[in-house]
């Protein structure tokens, strides 16, 4: 049998840390009155950099290119490729089981194969033509991969969540929309007009009057503080993925731990807490932060928390979010939160004064909600794709300056720069990217103006006790997780002072 070409194969390994089920919304915008609605902007809540407009007749398509990664350790070592009528699995190792299922979900051939290595070549058929699924399972985990006629597309992370998707246009409501299925056709989204819009030009940042800190408020800096002595042993963490939970306030609240290879568990290592956006899960997280590569090489240990649902009825009712005001969620994350890293701590060698915090989305507005109220524990946070809300900034009464580095994309159309009213009946009413950079440059006390930094990010270095607070904009940028090129050297270069060490 002729060898196919290396570009033709999917391979777990090669994209694990960024492909996932491809999905797609498509049919017509309108108004009210069934007349076709151009030019309306389309950006997903939970899956980072997916946006897309209807067209001047209303028609719209908007999916993603299959972003995140693949179950198991054996699964992400298969890659698959489709000559012909042929599908070529290499790299097995083990029992298997083949599914293709059409667009429906609906399964139209299975096999399974007992005892395997090496490499299997199934005959499709006539099922060999056009788009589908391939499910494989090996090692008791599934990896889905979309197959179309110009190649495999993409691989799916079993559990990963459904988009949500918002439709925004001046002039009229924000229109939330939760897919049921993967591929969605003849999607008929209503807008209607907005007859009392709010302007975001209301939104000011607080008055450093109001908002900065008086140093006598701040505790003792480290330096008049011995750092504490971390023992590392008898802790039990060991590479790889870790489900754990804790309860808090009588509920299972749940969570990933990521130890990587690199961690030895000899010394102490620094802990990276990543929030999930609306809709989310801590799995879907882990899948599309662009953290992990960066801090895995350095044995750093991340976690990936599940947020919960408020209830009550209604699309943001149901989607798992975090309490960070007026939305998302009715239980005590910051509480949580802290369980969450003691519990850690019992099992892994973590540095207390090295914890970070960084989210996406809802989760970019966690991070910035937990520098807020655990600024005792975090040393510093890495927010993206939202800001501070005006009902936690006015309650925003931090411990001790904190440094802060803001991602922004001008063109968010899920959270818009200049801020505002959210437009989704949930409350919020963000500061905006400059609101929200000029409110932790008052906080933390920084004096004198931004200037550019190296990564062309805008500054404010004169800060008390040496913090500093930064926002990168991205001309054009959409509603996109963080860059972890420039967030992980930011936080690693802070430590929380050791008098907040307990």
């Not at 992990?292 to 976690?303: C, R, Y």
């Not at 009413?429 to 950079?437: E, H, P, S, V």
Request: hydrophobic share 35%.
């Amino acid at each position: 049998m002729k060898l196919p070409k290396l570009m033709g194969i999917a391979s777990g390994i090669a994209l694990s840390s960024t492909m996932a089920l491809a999905w797609s919304i498509s049919g017509v915008v309108t108004t009210t009155q069934g007349q076709p609605l151009g030019g309306v902007e389309i950006n997903s809540f939970n899956y980072a950099g997916v946006s897309a407009a209807s067209a001047d007749d209303g028609t719209f398509t908007i999916s993603n290119d299959g972003q995140s990664a693949i179950a198991s350790k054996k699964a992400s070592n298969l890659a698959i490729h489709m000559e012909g009528n042929m599908l070529i699995i290499y790299n097995v190792d083990g029992d298997l089981k083949v599914s293709v299922i059409n667009a429906l979900g609906k399964v139209l051939k299975e096999s399974s194969i007992d005892h395997l290595q090496g490499i299997v070549s199934l005959d499709l058929g006539n099922l060999a033509k056009g788009a589908k699924f391939i499910r494989i399972n090996s090692d008791h985990s599934n990896s889905t991969f979309m197959v179309t006629d110009k190649g495999v597309k993409s691989l799916k992370k079993e559990g990963d969540p459904l988009p949500a998707v918002t439709f925004s246009k001046a002039g009229y409501k924000n229109f939330p929309y939760q897919a049921k299925a993967e591929v969605e056709t003849n999607v008929v989204i209503r807008m209607e007009a907005d007859t009392n819009p709010t302007s975001s030009s209301t939104v000011q940042p607080p008055q450093s009057s109001s908002v900065v800190a008086s140093s006598s408020s701040v505790a003792p800096s480290s330096s008049s503080v011995a750092a504490p002595v971390i023992d590392c042993s008898g802790k039990t963490a060991k590479a790889g993925d870790q489900n754990m939970s804790v309860t808090v306030d009588g509920k299972k609240r749940t969570f990933i731990m990521h130890v990587p290879s690199a961690y030895k568990g000899d010394k102490p290592v620094p802990l990276v807490v990543d929030y999930h956006p609306i809709g989310g899960s801590g799995s879907q997280q882990e899948g599309g932060t662009t953290y992990k590569a960066q801090t895995d090489p350095e044995g750093v240990i991340s976690l990936y928390p599940d947020g919960t649902a408020k209830g009550g009825g209604g699309m943001m009712g149901n989607m798992p979010g975090w309490n960070v005001g007026p939305c998302c969620s009715n239980d005590d994350d910051v509480k949580f939160s802290r369980e969450m890293i003691n519990a850690v701590k019992e099992i892994a060698c973590i540095d207390p004064q090295r914890i970070y915090a960084t989210g996406f989305s809802m989760g970019g507005g966690m991070s910035n909600h937990v520098a807020c109220f655990m600024s005792d524990v975090y040393a510093a946070v890495a927010p993206a794709g939202m800001d501070l809300n005006k009902t936690n900034s006015a309650q925003c009464n931090p411990e001790r300056p904190i440094s802060v580095i803001n991602f922004r994309g001008t063109n968010d159309g899920t959270c818009r720069y200049e801020g505002g009213d959210s437009g989704f009946n949930d409350g919020l009413n963000f500061l905006g990217a400059q609101g929200t950079f000029k409110f932790w440059a008052e906080k933390n006390g920084c004096q004198g103006s931004p200037s550019k930094n190296k990564d062309n990010c805008d500054e404010y270095s004169n800060c008390r006790d040496g913090v500093k607070v930064v926002l990168c904009t991205k001309q054009g940028g959409g509603h996109e997780q963080g860059d972890g090129r420039v967030g992980w050297p930011f936080l690693k270069q802070f430590t929380l002072p050791a008098s907040f060490v307990k």
